[in-house]
């Protein structure tokens, strides 16, 4: 069964400085979808990016990118000048190729200090 | 349309009674999930419907529990006898292929 872990239930960064989340998964599939979902406080959640395996290019959005690593088969998340809005859990997630469930990590909560 | 609608959005129960959640889903979406999502957690899936077809159930969905979605619109969750373990966020989310949009999630608080 696949797994995802993010291994930083909270973190901290200052108001337009760079944070990087961190999240592993576990698979045996060779093709797959990673997602990074943003819950605001008392708000629904919103997807922030996604990659697809096959692709080798790391996705970027704006000022939000992922380190993708297959073959360690981890997905990190960089969120570059920082903003009083960014403050919300970021869940990492993972969804299988043939399948439509995703499965997501536990959480981390980004504070961001003004 | 804005987005996925969920009603209510706090529902609070005694412990045994029966409680009911709606979802409605972006209109030209046809595939329809639900999640819960307890504190501290992500979200848990708990069953998807293509259309009006219930396709997948998890484990986690008991005998108590059971999800609809008439004429593939809108899709009900419904949770018999309720307890205390159920406590938690009800999410829902609606597709089209890649990206699944989520609702405000229904809290629900048995006592």
């Known amino acids: 069964a696949q797994t995802v872990t993010q291994s930083q239930p909270e973190m901290s960064v200052q108001e337009a400085e760079t944070v990087t989340l961190s999240c592993t998964y576990d698979?045996?599939?060779?093709?797959?979808?990673l997602f990074w979902y943003k819950q605001p406080p008392s708000r629904q959640m919103i997807l922030v990016i996604r990659?697809?395996?096959?692709?080798?290019q790391n996705a970027t959005e704006n000022r939000f990118s992922v380190n993708f690593q297959k073959a360690a088969k981890s997905f990190s998340l960089k969120i570059s000048d920082s903003q009083l809005g960014d403050a919300a859990m970021y869940f990492c997630?993972?969804?299988?190729?043939?399948?439509?469930?995703?499965?997501f990590g536990k959480g981390t909560r980004l504070h961001i200090l003004p | 349309d804005t987005g996925v609608s969920q009603d209510p959005r706090h529902k609070i129960t005694k412990r045994g009674q029966n409680v009911t959640f709606r979802c409605d889903p972006i209109?030209?979406?046809?595939?329809l999930y639900w999640y819960r999502q307890t504190l501290g957690q992500g979200p848990e899936f708990l069953t998807y419907?293509?259309?009006?077809?219930?396709?997948?159930k998890s484990r986690l969905l008991s005998d108590r529990f059971s999800a609809e979605r008439p004429k593939g619109s809108f899709s009900t969750l419904e949770i018999q006898r309720t307890e205390q373990g159920d406590s938690a966020m009800y999410l829902c989310?609606?597709?089209?292929?890649?990206?699944?949009?989520f609702g405000p999630g229904t809290r629900l608080t048995v006592t």
């Open positions: 997630a993972y969804r299988s190729l043939g399948d439509d469930k995703i499965i």
């Open positions: 209109s030209e979406h046809n595939r």
């Open positions: 989310a609606s597709s089209t292929v890649y990206e699944q949009y």
């Open positions: 990659q697809e395996a096959y692709k080798q």
């Open positions: 698979t045996s599939e060779s093709d797959y979808y």
């Open positions: 419907f293509q259309n009006e077809a219930q396709l997948e």
